[in-house]
């Protein structure tokens, strides 16, 4: 098999297809490291809680450590959903023109193989939750009900996008639950708002599939909403800031923190007005560029939080 054939098909040109050793590139395609921005839309949550739980306990001792344990979580729970993902779409993924070049399709890996990478990364995130109190153990281990139910989402519900965002925005309530050992409305309402968010930036990630789905009888909000996806993005975009907001405000977060959330929101309001229907292209530029939207709201976060402990 040739080189440009083992490529997935919408992420091609990266540091795995070009410096990564050749018998680790499908399974570093099965964990996505090819296409990170999925670790790092699911770490957001995560630095948002932490860094807004700490400034509400007003201790930043551990907050450097907290970040890098998260990273470290969030990457390695990632590629094991995707893994997952993988092996229960595998014949999905076969009838689609952008996934069919997956590890798994393309015929690189097995599905013993797949399964067995996958255990391995849960393995390193099981490491990393033992990191944190109990609470937060049990916390975590929860949200894996929500990992394994989503992929058969899509063939049921033309709402799996919130699934998604159940899953997605989890780590809203584990910063709280690692800082306090509880939870509190703070981290549900910060939760309601990361929903809302990645229901949006999922919808028009979706819509570089929609004929696809459309064939194969794959459901989506990105087919539901259509032609009206404009508004429903301006919907619940302005339902995650509205969310977040309420969330900073019970915090009782300063100045730096409501710039932050203000400059996520004028980069919500961007999308919106950048987004246009049939342009899977442009739909795919405007999804990753939520990294960039979390951390704006992330760096508010975190120069409240300093500031709250000095």
Excluded at 212 to 217: E, H, I, Q, Y
Excluded at 280 to 305: C, E, H, M, P
Aim: aromatic share 12%; charged share 15%.
């Amino acid at each position: 098999m040739s080189g440009a054939a083992t490529r997935v098909a919408d992420a091609t040109g990266n540091w795995v297809d070009t410096v990564a050793p050749p018998w680790t590139r499908p399974y570093l395609r099965l964990c996505r490291l090819d296409r990170p921005i999925g670790s790092w839309l699911l770490l957001m949550p995560c630095w948002w809680s932490v860094t807004l739980a700490s400034g509400i306990a007003g201790d930043v001792s551990h907050l450097a450590l907290d970040i890098a344990l998260f990273f470290v979580g969030a990457f390695a729970m990632r590629g094991a959903g995707c893994t997952w993902n993988d092996i229960t779409d595998r014949k999905l993924d076969a009838m689609v023109e952008r996934t069919r070049s997956r590890p798994i399709p393309a015929g690189q890996v097995s599905v013993a193989q797949a399964f067995t990478f996958l255990v391995l990364q849960a393995l390193v995130g099981l490491a990393v939750l033992l990191q944190f109190n109990r609470f937060a153990v049990f916390t975590g281990i929860a949200s894996l009900a929500i990992v394994a139910i989503y992929p058969f989402m899509k063939r049921i519900t033309w709402w799996p996008q919130i699934v998604l965002g159940l899953a997605f925005s989890w780590g809203a309530p584990m910063g709280f639950a690692v800082v306090f050992g509880s939870l509190d409305w703070t981290a549900v309402v910060l939760y309601a708002g990361s929903i809302c968010w990645v229901i949006a930036y999922d919808t028009i990630y979706a819509h570089q599939d929609i004929e696809d789905d459309a064939l194969v009888g794959i459901k989506s909000t990105a087919r539901l909403f259509a032609d009206r996806t404009r508004v429903a993005l301006m919907l619940f975009y302005a339902l995650a800031v509205v969310l977040i907001g309420t969330s900073l405000w019970l915090g009782g977060t300063g100045f730096a923190a409501w710039l932050g959330l203000a400059a996520f929101a004028v980069h919500l309001a961007w999308q919106v007005r950048r987004f246009e229907l049939g342009n899977g292209r442009l739909s795919l530029k405007i999804f990753w560029s939520n990294r960039d939207a979390g951390l704006l709201l992330f760096a508010g976060l975190l120069v409240d939080a300093v500031i709250r402990a000095a």
